[in-house]
């Protein structure tokens, strides 16, 4: 069973940056899949930024590339998520999801077979 743990939240100004992190454990990582997703105050969840199993693909939401980039430590079984320049429509609950997948990855909700429990960004001055 997948189990993924996400840190890095917390309070940062607007224009400030903050990395989350997201470490996975209970099968072998380079078979999965990870994506970011966040969810703001009533709003839906939605897809952030993904990378697959073996990190040679990757999959950012236009108007976050740029400012927001994936990678991951297969020494760590861990992904980040560094996010720059961070703005108050940021704020949200962000949360790592698996699902199998070594060469692709996605970011459709439905889809996603395992969450963490998230992770809270707050941007305000």
């Known amino acids: 069973q997948v189990q993924l743990v996400e840190s890095g939240g917390g309070l940062v100004q607007p224009g400030g940056s903050l990395r989350l992190s997201c470490v996975v454990s209970?099968?072998?990582?380079?078979?999965?899949?990870i994506g970011w997703f966040r969810q703001a105050p009533g709003k839906e969840r939605e897809g952030v930024s993904c990378?697959?199993?073996?990190?040679?693909?990757?999959s950012t939401v236009n108007h976050k590339a740029g400012r927001f980039t994936i990678s991951r430590d297969s020494a760590k079984n861990t992904v980040y998520l560094q996010m720059n320049d961070l703005e108050s429509d940021d704020t949200a609950d962000y949360y790592c999801?698996?699902?199998?997948?070594?060469?692709?990855?996605?970011?459709?909700?439905?889809?996603?077979?395992?969450w963490g429990q998230g992770t809270q960004v707050t941007v305000s001055s």
């Open positions: 209970g099968d072998r990582f380079d078979v999965y899949a």
């Open positions: 999801a698996a699902v199998r997948g070594p060469l692709k990855c996605n970011l459709r909700v439905p889809e996603q077979s395992h």
């Open positions: 990378i697959a199993g073996l990190g040679g693909f990757t």
